[in-house]
């Protein structure tokens, strides 16, 4: 069963779940979402208008219907992890992490502790001073979910040492952006398709959970040697332009069938 409080540990034990991305930043978005079969949702301040108060109210969204929802920040940025996890995301994805160096930066700036985050015991995560200090660190020690995402060509013979980093919980690939690091514009390319499967390999090595993004369901069959999981399937805004051309394609073939 989908819960926040759960999701850690299914994240984390290699529960196969299934994701997508929110791009639109309206909390009814995420309330609907919360209705359906999805497992989580990746709120993508990286690449969507996401202001803070557009995070808060999201989350809040996400909150009510008990799913989970992680953060895709812009960058290793302090603030903008700590504000995501403050407001009460279950966790991060961090984009563009290339080296070891980087992912003990992420997962420094991630969790508590010296030259880590800083503690607010007034926030959503703390339960708005309901827990004590302890309680507070003990839960979010447990329950934070940190992402590295590998998408850069650098980052490939290091995903071993990068997934391998306390404190970092998972890999997430990106593979358009990976692609295009290679030199390439088709992620079916041989090449692209090699270095996916040595991340994948690396990651598995250092036995964390991966993942990817795919832009239909059938693309997950061409990652089934990969042991993947986790995927993000798509986005609000596909799963909406899909379905709009899909019942207009069908409606237009009964019509002139007639």
Known sequence: MRTIANFATRFRSGDFIIGTFVKTPDPAIVEVLARSAIDFVVLDAEHAPFSRRDLDLCLLAA?????????????????SIQQALDQGAAGVVVPHVRTPQEAQHVARISHFGSGGRGFAGSTRAADYTRRDIRAHLDAT??????V???????AVEHSESIAGTAGIDGVFIGPVDLCISLGKTDVSDVTVQAAISAVARGVKIARKSVGIF????SDVESYRNFELNFVLVRSDQSFVLNGAD?????IRKTVSAT
């Open 148 to 154: 590295a995402q590998i998408e850069d060509a650098e």
């Open 214 to 217: 795919v832009g239909k369901s």
């Open 141 to 146: 020690a447990s329950s934070v979910v940190v």
């Open 246 to 250: 899909a019942a207009c394609i069908e």
């Open 63 to 79: 909150r009510e219907g008990n799913l989970p929802a992680l953060v895709r920040v812009t960058h290793s940025d302090p603030v």
